[in-house]
């Protein structure tokens, strides 16, 4: 017997395959005509919904951090944020499993959440539930769409949504790309903002001290750092200097370095004896400042008429009194805890005279703990043999060489922590 022939498409038939291939093509010209996700996701949806003759629909994309799908809806006048566990509600399990779900009654699966329609009045019929994937098969989102118009979702629709998935999955993963981009530059534009903020904090110039000389510097180990350092000129006879160093880095470093600038700068011109002044800014930076916050702080009170440096210490780093007729190191240790650490701190004060050619050397942890690529710290022995090596030079040349033993001991690697270094040298009588 004669073998029968393959029956052909029918006409049909090829001119439905033909039009679902110009709408794809047309699809997927439309999604080009935005990089906005939220504009997009209501581009994506209408235009499935238009060539799948469907109802209703709701487009979600796969969070994996949280292993949740999300979407924005219309809720009255305003869009909110809807979020589903993986593998809750058929949408849910489709994301889960990977499989697409076809119901010809969405009542009778088991899966189905029939909440939304009990609230709302909506009756929901037939349902497509598909995987959204991207060119690596990944899925990043579920296609969920309600209702045909004309009958049940068949075989066509399937592979039209398949097909259209490729093309959705780039135009989200373009628009996620220029979102992650954006947010960067409005990130970095903040910080750089927040860093110029902290830069106008710290004195442009320092003062001239009649029979001093000082010189000082902070070189933040991040675009934002937490040193902070300033001199504050009370009268002819009286100046104020400052070291402090905040737990942290980054913008909230930063926050908590202007609440100290403006309090400090607030309280410093009262009559307040420099403990009451001290306790004040605790109280200050306590209220102001979660349990992990604290700032180590350092201020002294020089009296270039009698040559007398009244200092309290607040947990920093000890500076050094370097006597040059001896000479020997002599730390200023008195003082108290860190700003912010307790509601209620005492703080005690110490003076020290200062004798002619004595240097006063003011730092933070970054000095001491700059690390090479060892893991060894700079230390404080290699700081006073370096301060020694050069206590006969000016401020500025005595700071920049401490600098340059700094940089060359840690190498190529990169800083890591703040540095801050004040060097207060009396040069005349």
Known sequence: MPAKRRSKPSATKNLQYIRRLESLIEASKTLNTTLDLDELLKVILDLALKNLNAARGTIYLLDD????????????????????????????????????????????????????????????????????????????????????????????????????????????????????????????KEIQIAADIQGRLLPKELPAVRAYSVSATAIPCKTIGGDYYDVITLDEDTYVFVVADVSGKGIPAALLVSTLHASLHAYVLTSLSLPELVQKLNAVVYKNTPSERYIT??????????????????????????????????????????????????????????????????????????????FEEYGENRFRECILKYVDKDVNDLKGKVIDDIQEFIGSEPQSDDLTLMVLKRTGT
């Open 65 to 188: 951090q949280r292993n949740e799908l999300w979407s924005r809806v219309l809720k009255g006048k305003d869009i909110v944020e809807i979020r589903l566990p993986l593998g809750t509600g058929v949408s849910g399990y489709v994301a889960e499993s990977g499989k697409t779900v076809n119901l010809a009654d969405a009542w009778k699966d088991k899966r189905f959440f029939s909440g939304f329609d009990v609230r709302s009045g909506f009756v929901t019929k037939t349902m497509l539930c598909m995987p959204m994937r991207n060119r690596e098969k990944k899925t990043i989102g579920v296609f969920q769409i309600i209702n045909k118009k004309n009958g049940l979702f068949d075989r066509e629709d399937e592979q039209f949504l398949e097909a259209f998935s490729d093309h959705v999955a780039l135009a989200i993963e373009n628009a996620y790309l220029l979102q992650a981009r954006v947010e960067k530059e409005r990130v970095e």
């Open 297 to 374: 702080f350092f201020i002294s009170v020089l009296n270039i008429r009698r040559h007398q440096l009244m200092y309290i210490n607040a947990g920093h780093n000890f500076p050094y009194l370097v006597r040059k007729s001896e000479p020997e190191f002599v730390r200023l240790t008195a003082g108290g805890l860190p700003l912010g650490m307790f509601e209620n701190a005492e703080y005690k004060s110490e003076t020290v005279n200062v004798e002619s050619d004595d240097l006063l050397v003011f730092y933070s942890d970054g000095v001491t703990e700059a690390m090479n690529k060892k």
